[in-house]
């Protein structure tokens, strides 16, 4: 069974430029979260997704970055007109149900954004 | 809002020793769960170890142990035989049992073990 699947592990993009980046969940997961990792910081929840619905974004900022969870396919985390204040390491982690336990703490390996 | 504090910025063991990471927690709910993740220096998140807060026993996982006291609301992690692979950075995380898992982390520990 293969674990939540992110890529591109790393991804650069020029000031302006859009990036997206995917996640495959566990099979049998339904539950996508993202969090952003600043430099010598720690992860910080972005935005909860099931599929096809954007449970919890409180975390997203208002404007340039929005996620998708679609029926079929990855989850897609998008950042239109990229900065170079986002450059992050974005992880993502899959959960097959509500309620919290250590079944629903795997992340992904991380996509390493750096803005150019 | 829940915070996660972790006060101790570096942390340096000699190798076969056993080593304390700190972590408080600071929530008024009562049903949650804590998380010790290590992020080596290839950067991905791997998970160590898991406390409910309905759990009786402290958790156990290999050379890990979480000590876990829920009335000083501290969830210290304990490294037993410290190995030269167990250096990385280590964070604490909270999620409140509200039905999905929204992770709340802690500005981490930079453990170093020396041969």
Same mark, same amino acid.
């Given at each position: 069974n293969?674990?939540?699947m992110q890529n591109?592990?790393h ?5 302006g430029?859009?990036a ?12 996508v979260?993202?969090?952003r990792?600043?430099?010598?910081e720690g992860?910080?929840f972005?935005v909860?997704?099931?599929k096809?619905n954007?449970?919890d ?5 208002k ?5 998708e ?8 985390l998008r ?5 170079r204040g986002?450059?992050a390491a ?10 919290v336990?250590?079944?629903?703490a795997f992340?992904?390996q ?7 | 809002?829940q915070?996660i504090t972790q006060?101790?910025?570096?942390? %340096?063991?000699?190798e ?7 972590c408080?927690?600071d ?7 804590? %998380?010790?993740?290590?992020q ?6 791997i998970f160590?170890?898991? &406390?409910?807060?309905?759990d009786? &026993?402290?958790a156990t ?10 009335a000083?609301k ?8 410290? &190995? ?6 280590? %964070?604490c995380?909270?999620?409140?049992n509200?039905g999905? &898992?929204?992770?709340v ?11």
């Amino acid at each position: 069974n293969a674990g939540v699947m992110q890529n591109p592990r790393h991804l650069v993009r020029r000031r302006g430029q859009e990036a997206r980046l995917r996640c495959s969940p566990m099979k049998g997961h339904s539950h996508v979260y993202w969090y952003r990792q600043l430099p010598e910081e720690g992860l910080k929840f972005m935005v909860y997704l099931q599929k096809e619905n954007i449970i919890d974004e409180s975390g997203m900022p208002k404007e340039r970055f929005s996620a998708e969870f679609p029926k079929e396919g990855p989850s897609i985390l998008r950042i239109q007109q990229v900065v170079r204040g986002d450059s992050a390491a974005y992880f993502c982690a899959s959960s097959p149900r509500l309620g919290v336990g250590d079944t629903e703490a795997f992340f992904g390996q991380g996509t390493r954004l750096t803005v150019v | 809002a829940q915070k996660i504090t972790q006060t101790q910025p570096g942390m %340096f063991v000699q190798e076969k020793e056993a080593v304390t990471l700190d972590c408080t927690y600071d929530t008024s709910d009562q049903s949650y769960g804590l %998380f010790w993740y290590k992020q080596p220096s290839s950067g991905e998140m791997i998970f160590l170890i898991y &406390q409910g807060s309905y759990d009786e &026993q402290n958790a156990t996982e290999g050379r890990y142990s979480l000590n876990f006291q829920k009335a000083r609301k501290s969830a210290n992690l304990v490294i037993s035989a410290s &190995q030269l692979g167990d250096s990385a950075m280590y %964070f604490c995380a909270f999620a409140m049992n509200t039905g999905f &898992q929204k992770l709340v982390f802690g500005t981490g520990t930079r453990l170093l073990v020396s041969p």
